[in-house]
């Protein structure tokens, strides 16, 4: 039993399922992940997972809150939660519960945010914003929230204004290792000199990225391309595009971690930005511990 947890912290995306046990005053006491996450899930699946996880963690006698962003509110998750339309605060009401048969648990999933037009939605992101603004009082401008599916946010007076999502992640997946590419792809490492120059390359001239695709294919098969690479290349590549897309100016916000969030950095300096980086985990804990709070009013 870990003593002291007031509440549970819970951010379910796609792949991974990421929890932390909290004390009163929001600490952090203790900290879990699986890859049980909505891609391997059904809805009535959920809470089997998530007692698995956390049930060691349950005082008896009494019903722990736990308070989820991300995927498992997807129309494919656990249970819908709706979408609060931008302009608009991060965070907001409703909030969904969701029915359990364990008595020792309270489950809430918090809403995502969307946009008409162009159409868009983000699930998980708007928590880790809200954690930003938490930290960062007076935070104001883009941010860039790297991942499976890249959001770009613009912040204005406390409200995401507008969104872009790009689905670079999603792109170099395939690629790499579903595409004929993949046969020259296999490995580890980074070759940072191969990034940088495939970055500059496609913030120059963005329409040639699709031209310089196949290319390394055939590099690996005529000159024998190392992996790291072709895989570093393409990765250049395709954020490269995404940073063309975005016109990033000024200074830029990284809510990310690891290599993907040094990764971006990287290129936006070379697209001369300058980036404030924050990390995704302090981030999303603070936006849960800010949803806590909404949660308090609201019950």
Known sequence: MQP??????????????RLWAMAAD???????ASEEGMGRLSPECYEQALIRMV????PEGR?????????AGARQGWVEAGYRPVPAHPLGLPLTRVPTSDPRIS?????????????????????????????RPGLAGPLCLPGTHSK???????????FTSYPTGELFALLSEKSVLR?????????WSAFDAAVAATIAAPARVWAELFPLRAAFLLHGLPAAAGRSRLSGLLIGAELAAAEPRGEVTLIGAGPLMRRYARALRIAGVTTRQI??????????????????EAV
């Open 279 to 296: 990390e995704a985990e302090d981030a999303v804990l603070a936006g849960l511990s800010a949803a806590r709070a909404l949660w308090k």
């Open 152 to 162: 770009w946010a613009e912040v204005e007076a406390g409200r995401v204004i507008r």
């Open 4 to 17: 002291g947890v007031e509440w549970i912290a819970a951010d379910w995306g796609t792949t991974n399922l």
């Open 26 to 32: 929001d600490r952090v006491l203790a900290r879990r």
């Open 63 to 71: 019903v722990t809150p736990v308070l989820i962003c991300g995927m």
């Open 55 to 58: 049930g060691d963690w349950l």
């Open 107 to 135: 489950v809430t999933i918090l809403p995502g945010l969307s946009q008409e037009s162009p159409a868009d939605v983000m699930r998980g992101e708007e928590t880790q914003i809200a954690g930003a603004l938490a930290l």
């Open 183 to 191: 046969h020259g792809l296999t490995g580890e490492g980074e070759d």
